[in-house]
């Protein structure tokens, strides 16, 4: 199954989350996922996650061969996966690779940093990044994570010091911008073979309220241009 995922909305239970999830309403519809994936009682059907504030295509496996091959799929990094960032500030390159591992910091759990220093459980990392468009003080990425660490992508531009604009964890937030009430990361495109000699890509398109800030953003760029 591939769907698109709400901003908003964590994919299953863990410390801190008491609302629906994803999988509380894929229980619901399709009751036959009870039973698949490695954690069944706690992630049935999920083979990747997205961030709670993370909005975007994911997929979900409905039988157990599907789980198994996908799984395979995305392990063996035959997976590719696209993101729609905006962030604070321009990279000095115009694209680059970001390759730092990325563990939970020592004295906040919660959290997830890079380097080796301060953290627990650090594993290899990998993020390219590519600029799309440049506006004012910020810039619009498209993002292909190669691994699939948690909070990577956020972590990882952070790290740079381009944090995703919206970002209340790892510091989007020190240019507030009118009409962002989230973080700016979508999860546009997957793309992968299966079975194998098939090619399939599925896309999600930007939400609206993202859209609206690109607008928003490209105006002001446009009036500045004229000004000068």
Known sequence: MVLNKPVGMA??????VNEKTLVDWLVEKYPEIKSVGDDPSQRPGIVHRLDKDTSGVMLVARNQPTFEKLKQLFKERKVEKTY???????????S????????????????????????????????EYRVLERMGNYSLLEVRPKTGRTHQIRVHLASIGQP???DRVYGGVKSEMAGLERQFLH??????????GRRWRFDAALPENLD???????RLRKRKNHAT
């Open 96 to 127: 680059g690779v970001i390759a730092t591992p990325i563990g939970r910091l020592v004295r906040q759990p919660l959290k997830r940093g890079t380097g080796r220093s301060a953290l627990r459980g650090a594993r290899a990392a990998v993020t």
């Open 212 to 218: 609206r800030v690109l607008k928003q953003l490209r």
């Open 164 to 166: 995703v604009a919206g």
């Open 11 to 16: 994919v299953h239970r863990g410390a801190g």
């Open 187 to 196: 999860a546009s495109s997957l793309q992968f073979s299966y079975p194998e």
């Open 84 to 94: 729609l960032a905006l962030v604070i500030g321009m990279p000095k390159k115009r």
